[in-house]
């Protein structure tokens, strides 16, 4: 497969993450907790982690080098889901999520420094355009709701590193491993941070358990599975300084639908953020 098919994946991920993001609040404000939620996401991630392993006529690395960093990377990731879900409890999302979405610029970092993965200067602009975008792309209405403490801080900074390293490890894992392995293994730590899903669930409210519950909330969440394995595939051809940033203008997709389905009309930061996105996809897509 030629190495150009990076924007293929890429371009996926972005779609499918930027859909998820519209529907997502849908179960959720039907009564189905996210922590129910991500135990729902483990499971679709099966289907999607089987067909991997079809393309690959099931043959999988099983030494313990690539046991650990498939595991890893399905850790950061799943992980700092679950973490998110306690900061967002503690502090004040306007903040935590601007915060969190800048994950990239580690990403970037790492993969510059020991990957010694480079770019042309125009490649560099539209990086730095599409860092701008997310930043704005993720911009919350302050409420009323006060943080105390720095215990949201501290789970903020965890998320976000753990983000941007799940990203690095990902690439880096690529270069030794099958995609199919590293999105199955994913797929097990997944499922293995389940339990602590459920101990996090506040089963004194009324959980809808009807098709807008669990069932709506596994078709939704299908799209995210689809997309975290095209990631895979998108870092395995294409460099992570360049793929990381596009996949994280998912909110393009997530606002403009937004727009149609529930009428919402974004703000002036909000368009800000679409110029951008605009502007980035064009130079990193050229």
């Known amino acids: 497969m030629k190495s150009s098919s990076w924007f293929f994946y890429a371009i996926i991920t972005?779609?499918?993450?930027?859909?998820?993001?519209?529907?997502?609040e849908v179960p959720q404000n039907a009564g189905f907790p996210p922590t129910l939620g991500y135990i729902i996401w483990s499971l679709t991630m099966v289907?999607?982690?089987?067909?991997a392993l079809y393309i690959v006529n099931w043959k999988i690395e099983k030494d313990l080098r690539s046991i650990l960093l498939g595991l890893t990377i399905g850790v950061l990731g799943a992980g700092g889901q679950l973490v998110l879900f306690?900061?967002?409890?503690?502090?004040?999302?306007?903040?935590?999520?601007?915060?969190?979405?800048?994950y990239p610029i580690l990403t970037i970092i790492l993969s510059v420094?020991?990957?010694?993965?480079?770019?042309?200067?125009?490649?560099?602009?539209?990086?730095?355009?599409?860092?701008v975008a997310i930043f704005f792309l993720s911009y919350q209405e302050p409420n009323s709701s006060s943080a105390s403490g720095y215990l949201w801080l501290i789970l903020?900074?965890?998320v976000f590193a753990a983000w941007a390293l799940q990203a690095y490890v990902m690439k880096f894992?690529?270069?030794?491993?099958?995609?199919?392995?590293?999105?199955?293994?994913?797929?097990?730590?997944?499922?293995l941070l389940s339990p602590i899903a459920w101990s996090m669930t506040d089963f004194s409210q009324t959980i809808n358990l009807g098709f807008k519950g669990p069932?709506?909330?596994a078709i939704i969440h299908l799209l995210n599975s689809i997309g975290a394995l095209t990631l895979v595939y998108a870092l395995r051809y294409g460099k992570a300084i360049i793929v990381v940033p596009l996949t994280g203008l998912a909110p393009v997709i997530t606002i403009v639908l937004s727009l149609f389905l529930y009428s919402v009309?974004?703000?002036?930061?909000?368009?800000?953020?679409?110029?951008?996105?605009?502007?980035a996809i064009a130079i990193l897509s050229f």
């Open 14 to 24: 972005t779609l499918t993450w930027g859909i998820w993001g519209a529907l997502i």
């Open 173 to 191: 894992s690529n270069e030794t491993m099958k995609s199919e392995s590293i999105f199955f293994y994913m797929t097990i730590a997944g499922l």
């Open 215 to 217: 069932y709506l909330a």
């Open 265 to 279: 009309m974004p703000g002036s930061i909000l368009l800000i953020g679409l110029v951008f996105a605009v502007v």
């Open 86 to 102: 306690e900061a967002l409890r503690e502090g004040p999302a306007y903040i935590i999520f601007p915060f969190v979405s800048l």
């Open 113 to 131: 420094l020991f990957l010694k993965e480079k770019t042309s200067v125009f490649k560099w602009i539209g990086i730095a355009i599409a860092i």
């Open 47 to 51: 289907p999607c982690a089987l067909i």
């Open 156 to 158: 903020s900074l965890f």
